[in-house]
């Protein structure tokens, strides 16, 4: 299969805590992308990184990418009971039109 | 800016019935579109994706099919709908450029059939 896979599966953390959840795959990429899906919602992206990055912020998220292990992982600082959704990550492909996505990490933020 | 609709939001089908999900897209032009399919607690499998005016890929053999009448109208379509047909359809949009671009999605069709 090409599809990534997450981990953990499920996540639940206290308002304040940090949540890391991690990423891997299996085919040669261009990038690596996350997206956030709220219950019942579209997804809504929220961050690439190139396969030339090793890291990228974007306000609370932190997003970091390994290639030698073919490995990302997505750390959301001081979480929200807003930051409650799942999140899952992507594998942007060199050449090709499709975007292969993970089955995703269920994050619950609780207040 | 750019904006993606689609509709119904919530949808009751009998087995054997026909379906019509459309999706438009305003504020870009030659987007690539595309189709998914969500089971409950699940990632996204990509059914259809289009790069251009009826020009579709399908990625998995189903009684579903797609079509793409205007540059920024993608409609799913089934003939006869199965009790597996059930799920989440997401559509999706990108700028043109492959794979690599990231994807802007609607609120989905929630399908249930009956």
């Known amino acids: 299969s090409q599809q990534g896979e997450e981990d953990p599966q499920a996540l639940s953390i206290q308002e304040g805590e940090n949540a890391t959840m991690n990423c891997s795959y299996k085919?040669?990429?261009?990038?690596l992308q996350w997206y956030r899906q709220n219950s019942g919602r579209g997804l809504v992206h929220l961050i690439l990184?190139?396969?030339?990055?090793r890291e990228k912020h974007s306000g609370r998220l932190r997003v970091t990418l390994d290639t030698s292990k073919k490995s990302s992982s997505l750390l959301i600082t001081a979480s929200r009971a807003a930051d409650t959704a799942s999140y899952f990550c992507?594998?942007?492909?060199?050449?090709?039109?499709?975007?292969?996505f993970g089955a995703g990490t269920r994050l619950f933020v609780k207040a | 800016s750019q904006t993606i609709h689609q509709w119904p939001a919530t949808l009751v089908q009998p087995v054997g019935s026909p379906l019509s999900l459309e999706c438009t897209v305003e504020?870009?032009?030659?987007?690539?579109l595309y189709w998914y399919r969500q089971a409950a607690g699940r990632g996204l499998q990509l059914l259809f994706y289009?790069?251009?005016?009826?020009?579709i890929s399908s990625e998995v053999p189903q009684n579903l099919s797609a079509s793409r009448p205007q540059d920024r109208q993608f409609i799913l379509s089934s003939k006869k709908l199965l009790l597996s047909d059930s799920g989440f359809y997401l559509c999706?949009?990108?700028?043109?450029?492959?794979?690599?671009?990231?994807?802007?999605f609607g609120d989905g069709t929630r399908l249930s059939i009956l």
């Open positions: 999706a949009w990108s700028i043109s450029g492959g794979g690599n671009q990231p994807q802007h």
């Open positions: 085919t040669s990429i261009n990038n």
């Open positions: 990184i190139r396969s030339n990055e």
């Open positions: 992507a594998e942007g492909n060199t050449g090709g039109f499709k975007t292969i």
């Open positions: 504020g870009t032009s030659n987007p690539n």
């Open positions: 289009s790069v251009g005016i009826g020009q």
